[in-house]
T-cell receptor, first 115, second 111 residues
Framework: DVKVTQSSRYLVKRTGEKVFLECVQD?????MFWYRQDPGLGLRLIYF???????EKGDIPEGYSVSREKKERFSLILESASTNQTSMYLC??????????????FGPGTRLLVL | RKEVEQDPGPFNVPEGATVAFNCTYS??????FFWYRQDCRKEPKLLMS???SGNEDGRFTAQLNRASQYISLLIRDSKLSDSATYLC????????????FGDGTTLTVKP
């Protein structure tokens, strides 16, 4: 079974703090994703990585950056947290190779509250 | 208009009922289709893929209509444990490995 883990289930931070969210997958997947999920807005893609050191902006990259130094690990960074970044953050991975039939496997999510 | 649209519900049904969800997609280049299930405060998990000929997994039946660009999920003999949000997901070659998620349809099965 694919396992995707995220560093924290719950996180409380103050406005202006730098926040690191980490995600690790154990199935040698090429693709990794960061989403946020808010009530009424569904899943929104923040960033996507299809290889080590490669990244691509998703639909809402503003205020976020990412890092992928190793294949199994994909980090999401909030450079200066703001209250509108309070959300559920979900990491996912997929096999890669551009095959449209592949599915994504999600981590358990991190609920971030920015005060 | 969203690329993948679902009726948000909520659908409230009694145990044992049959319930159907529809999902429409706008990208005619879409190649693969899935239903995911998301329990309250949990992550989405793959429920089933949707094949052109339609497919069944126990009480769940998924169908695809490419001409009208919609997919459906039918749940027969609903159980309390079926209560969740069901996400429609569409992949295409033009999306370079990314998936497009619908916002989900919420189902509550009541005793």
């Amino acid at each position: 079974d694919v396992k995707v883990t995220q560093s924290s289930r719950y996180l409380v931070k103050r406005t202006g703090e730098k926040v690191f969210l980490e995600c690790v997958q154990d199935m040698d997947h090429e693709n990794m994703f960061w989403y946020r999920q808010d009530p009424g807005l569904g899943l929104r893609l923040i960033y996507f990585s299809y290889d080590v050191k490669m990244k691509e902006k998703g639909d809402i990259p503003e205020g976020y950056s990412v890092s992928r130094e190793k294949k199994e690990r994909f980090s999401l960074i909030l450079e200066s947290a703001s209250t509108n970044q309070t959300s559920m953050y979900l990491c996912a991975s997929s096999l890669g190779g551009g095959r449209p039939q592949e599915t994504q496997y999600f981590g358990p999510g991190t609920r971030l509250l920015v005060l | 208009r969203k690329e993948v649209e679902q009726d948000p519900g909520p659908f409230n049904v009694p145990e044992g009922a049959t319930v159907a969800f529809n999902c429409t997609y706008s990208n005619s280049a879409s190649q693969s289709f899935f239903w995911y299930r998301q329990d309250c405060r949990k992550e989405p998990k793959l429920l089933m893929s949707v094949y052109s000929s339609g497919n069944e997994d126990g009480r769940f039946t998924a169908q695809l209509n490419r001409a009208s660009q919609y997919i459906s999920l039918l749940i027969r003999d609903s159980k309390l444990s079926d209560s969740a949000t069901y996400l429609c997901v569409v992949n295409s070659y033009t999306n370079a490995g990314k998936s497009t998620f619908g916002d989900g349809t919420t189902l509550t099965v009541k005793p």
